[in-house]
């Protein structure tokens, strides 16, 4: 008896003594990093880092959120937790129903403290050039080879320069989430918008800074197939369930997104200082947006009406301004004809569309071209096939080069998707070992 009560006792001994370990591993878990935000949020969590104001808050789930200098009212380190103010779920998205909402005015943005951030400019496609149709020259992929290349050069903030009419669906989430998952908890990401229809301005939609030149143009989501015909049913609900997803995430009321993608009105009601108070689906705002019967593309005007515009910058000068930065160093090297520094990841991403541009003009020729050196291969005595063997191998070669850089012309010139590209590869070059015997 007294063996067990000893065993008892030291159990019980044991069992205190690891309660107070996991109370107090519990306390110490309880301390953590407080942003209190400008409209009102709270975000709690570790802040992972700080840069001149901003700040990366890695939450509970393991996600980082990015706020910017002009959003944070105020920081608190190692506070704990209480019930009275509970820790803020991870997205802090409004929890309010989205068709209920009076949308939060945009605090004024304030300089952000000294010191010289190093800034770079990305071109989001290339209209002018022909290179700005988004899955083509404007890829997920692309935009992610970049950010090693962005790391190596220090940058710490990433100014997308938006010059695109648009382009495919299909790479709608891919090139979001890229933005969201990928840019954003490592950069300050903004959005500079030039021309921005359609895909091109969906998919930076997640950004939560957007800064308009003066002859911007942001919008026109409406998704067509075939001979201009609108996408309607199962397949519009889908597009539009994933852009209100997209616009929440950037911090956008999702009914600006819809009104660009479906033809419903939309108009607001502002103070005195021109900020948005309420926001309405029909034309009963002070200020109409967008008429009925009309799709949703905002100029530089009225997205500063609607409070979607951060500031009005032509330069990267005034862009820096009205960012906030009281220094900035804009990274790269002047290029003639290029109106802000090129540094080392534009000249990749430039690189990627002019490749892309020549391999969308050859790589029908080069496919002809395997196609007839493998007819002439197997029309040919063994002797004699070796020469169109080798035409036909160059050609295949060259295709799966020009895919290798860019995907997506597999299925935009092939119309197959990678998989079946990469399978039909695989027969193909089994063909001509055979023919080689």
């Known amino acids: 008896m007294m063996k067990t009560s000893n065993n008892l006792i030291s159990r019980l001994a044991c069992g205190m003594a690891c309660a107070v370990a996991m109370l107090a591993c519990a306390q110490l878990s309880l301390a953590l990093d407080r942003v209190t935000l400008n409209d009102g949020r709270v975000v709690e969590g570790e802040i992972a880092r700080e840069l001149n104001g901003s700040v990366w808050v890695k939450t509970a789930d393991g996600q980082t959120q990015f706020f910017t200098a002009s959003d944070v009212l105020r920081i608190e380190r190692n506070v704990e937790a209480t019930e009275e103010e509970p820790a803020a779920t991870p997205g802090v998205t409004d929890p309010s129903p989205s068709a209920n909402r009076t949308p939060t005015a945009k605090p004024e943005k304030r300089a952000v403290s000294s010191g010289a951030p190093r800034a770079a400019v990305l071109s989001y496609g290339d209209a002018d050039a022909g290179q700005g149709m988004v899955g083509t020259y404007i890829t997920a992929q692309s935009l992610r080879e970049v950010i090693p290349i962005l790391e190596e050069e220090n940058i710490d903030i990433v100014v997308f320069r938006i010059n695109s009419g648009g382009g495919a669906v299909l790479e709608l ?11 954003k908890p490592k950069f300050r990401t903004v959005a500079w918008i030039d021309y921005a229809i359609s895909a091109a301005s969906l998919t930076p939609h997640t950004l939560s800074e957007h800064y308009f030149m003066r002859r911007g143009a942001y919008g ?25 997803r997209i616009s929440e995430r950037g911090g956008h009321d999702p009914r600006i997104i819809r009104a660009m993608q479906i033809m419903e009105p939309l108009s607001v009601d502002l103070d005195e200082n021109g900020r948005v108070t309420a926001m309405y689906q029909n034309e009963e705002g002070e200020v109409i947006i967008n008429k009925q019967g009309r799709v949703l593309a905002l100029t530089s005007v009225t997205a500063q009406q609607l ?9 990267v000068d005034e862009l820096g301004k009205a960012m906030g930065l009281t220094e900035v160093e804009w990274v790269g090297e002047e290029v003639e004809g290029v109106p802000y520094p090129v540094c080392k990841a534009e000249k990749y991403l430039r690189r990627f569309r002019e490749q892309t541009a020549r391999d ?9 071209g395997y196609n007839v050196a493998l007819g002439l291969a197997r029309a040919a005595q063994p002797d004699n096939r070796g020469k169109f063997i080798g035409f036909a191998r160059r050609s ?25 590209f990469e399978r039909w590869v695989r027969e193909q070059e089994q063909i001509l070992r055979d023919l080689s015997k």
């Open 173 to 183: 989430n891919p090139l979001s989430d890229v933005l969201h998952n990928e840019f």
């Open 220 to 244: 026109g989501n409406t998704a067509w197939f075939g001979a201009m015909q609108a996408v309607t049913g199962r397949e519009l609900e889908n597009i539009l369930y994933d852009a209100e």
């Open 307 to 315: 409070g979607f515009a951060d500031g009005i910058a032509d330069t």
């Open 360 to 368: 969308e003009q050859s790589i029908n020729q080069y496919f002809d």
């Open 396 to 420: 295949l070669n060259q295709i799966v080069r020009m895919v290798d850089n860019n995907p997506r012309l597999a299925l935009f010139i092939l119309g197959r998707s990678v998989e079946d």
